[in-house]
């Protein structure tokens, strides 16, 4: 089984439609994360949370909202999609290096289509 | 802003070494450069890390300027599995996520 787990690996879904992207681990780490992944531009951080009383923003959080329901459960949620929200999504844990981030683990990814 | 300079692309004949730069000039003393990469259809995965000193591992060898200000990442022998995109990427400040650029596309020729 992999390390970090998402589900819907693909999902098609309608403007305005409420969506949620689950993420789960068994690495044990406090760290989890969501990025977004467009061609050509690299991999863009939404949230994260370095424990389950954390939740940040990232450099693109308009539009998304999360929760961080145990250790090991991190769900991303978009309340209204609309179509500059298809993606590619990732999630991904660390546990600490030094007092900063460690190896990022990521899960396979998430592809929202938003018609 | 992912505070690190990387080329859009590279290219290398297959079994040759490739060596990657990316600089890092606004790096402070206590933070660690970290590469990734991303094959095709996968999720960014770990490849190497290091603080002052040159670091090796399995998978390639990373040699940090005297400075800190730019590194370079070693794949010694180049395989067509080793086409990917590199992320060179230094925390943001302190205790914070970790932030990709868009990287490098290496692509290897066979």
């Known amino acids: 089984d992999a390390d970090v787990t998402q589900t819907p690996r693909n999902r098609i879904t309608k403007t305005g439609k409420r969506i949620m992207l689950e993420c789960s681990q068994t690495?044990?780490?406090?760290?989890m994360y969501w990025y977004r992944q467009d061609p050509g531009l690299g991999l863009r951080l939404i949230y994260y949370?370095?424990?389950?009383?954390?939740?940040n923003k990232g450099e693109i959080s308009d539009g998304y909202s999360v929760s961080r329901q145990a250790q090991a459960k991190f769900s991303l949620s978009l309340e209204s999609a609309i179509p500059n929200q298809t993606a590619l999504y990732f999630c991904?844990?660390?546990?600490?290096?030094?007092?900063?981030?460690?190896?990022?683990?990521f899960g396979e990814g998430s592809r929202l289509t938003v018609l | 802003d992912a505070k690190t300079t990387q080329p859009n692309s590279m290219e290398s004949n297959e079994e040759e070494p490739v060596h990657l730069p990316c600089n890092h000039s606004t790096i402070s003393g206590t933070d660690y450069i970290h590469w990734y990469r991303q094959l095709p259809s996968q999720g960014p995965e770990y490849v190497i890390h290091?603080?002052?000193s040159n670091v090796n591992n399995r998978m390639a060898s990373l040699a940090i300027a005297e400075d800190r200000k730019s590194s370079t990442l070693i794949l010694h022998r180049a395989t067509l599995r080793d086409a990917a995109v590199y992320y060179c990427i230094r925390p943001d400040s302190g205790n914070t996520p970790l932030v990709f650029g868009k990287g490098t596309r290496l692509s290897v020729i066979a």
């Open positions: 949370s370095f424990d389950v009383k954390d939740i």
């Open positions: 991904a844990t660390s546990d600490t290096l030094a007092g900063e981030t460690g190896e990022l683990f």
């Open positions: 690495k044990g780490h406090d760290r």
């Open positions: 290091g603080l002052t």
